[in-house]
């Protein structure tokens, strides 16, 4: 099984950055919550962190974990380690890997086509900004 981080960026109005796979690369044109593997030797905050900075040059504070997901696709399963980190004001991103990204509010993530593996981490972060 594959281990992969995503990160859930949440902005001081509650918008959540999202971010959308090169058309070239597996799950091609679908919204996701950026991140990546973690590699050999590393934890889970170790692996988010530098996928981030990779692909995003962010520098990421205090983050906290949030439910995981277990998610087969075709080309294998995978565990999805997502974290939740929030920002004082909506960072300055640089798109190294993805084609595209935005902040949406969670009334409109159903305007976006997600990676089947990210669905379930939207009715959660949903329920975790209800409450803010």
Same mark, same amino acid.
């Given at each position: ?43 889970? *905050?170790?692996?988010?962190? /530098?996928? #981030? ?6 520098? %990421?504070?205090?983050?906290? &974990?949030?439910? +995981? ?27 190294? *890997?993805?084609?595209?990204? /935005?902040? #949406? ?6 305007? %976006?086509?997600?990676?089947? &593996?990210?669905? +379930? ?12």
């Amino acid at each position: 099984m594959l281990i992969v981080t995503c990160l859930i960026l949440v902005a001081p109005d509650s918008c959540v950055f999202a971010t959308r796979r090169p058309l070239h690369k597996s799950l091609g044109g679908f919204w996701e919550f950026p991140g990546g593997k973690v590699e050999a030797g590393e934890s889970p *905050e170790e692996a988010i962190r /530098r996928e #981030i900075r990779e692909e995003l040059h962010l520098e %990421l504070g205090l983050l906290e &974990a949030l439910t +995981p997901v277990e998610h087969k696709y075709d080309f294998g399963r995978i565990r999805l380690l997502p974290f939740l980190a929030r920002c004082r004001s909506r960072p300055a991103v640089h798109l190294v *890997e993805h084609i595209d990204a /935005r902040w #949406i509010a969670t009334a409109d993530f159903a305007t %976006l086509e997600w990676a089947p &593996a990210d669905v +379930p981490i939207l009715g959660e972060i949903a329920v975790i900004l209800r409450g803010v």
